[in-house]
Nanobody, 122 residues
Framework: QVQVEESGGGLVQAGGSLKLSCTSS??????LGWFRQAPGKQREGIAC????????TYVDSVKGRFTISTDNAKHSLYLQMEGLKPEDTARYYC?????????????????WGQGTQVTVSS
């Protein structure tokens, strides 16, 4: 099990911003992603980045508002979230696609840690 430290969640008004961080010394050289689980819904992948950090992909619901990035020197993964909406309310987790690249990351993945809660008020 990969040990991670996730942070950055909180309560924000609609239209606001948050930046999530995930730090681990256990990251290996494959794709990483951010995943979220809203109350009563399945956990889903929302953003993925390859190990070099030059290819990113997003689900339509966050495209243009969220930015995933990495800092390999700091063993960190980030998710900058702008223009937050109430429907973004969820617990957010960092993790990795099972295929080790971003193929099918939305569905096939593993997550680490307890996640960080993001709540967006209207």
């Amino acid at each position: 099990q990969v040990q991670v430290e996730e942070s950055g969640g909180g309560l924000v008004q609609a239209g606001g911003s948050l930046k999530l961080s995930c730090t681990s010394s256990d990251f290996e050289e494959y794709a990483l992603g951010w995943f979220r689980q809203a109350p009563g819904k399945q956990r889903e992948g929302i953003a993925c980045i390859n190990w070099r950090g030059d290819i990113t992909t997003y689900v339509d619901s966050v495209k243009g508002r969220f930015t995933i990035s990495t800092d390999n020197a700091k063993h960190s993964l980030y998710l900058q979230m702008e223009g937050l909406k109430p429907e973004d309310t969820a617990r957010y987790y960092c993790g990795a696609p099972l295929h080790r690249n971003c193929r099918d990351y939305e569905t096939y993945f593993s997550t680490w840690g307890q996640g960080t809660q993001v709540t967006v008020s209207s």
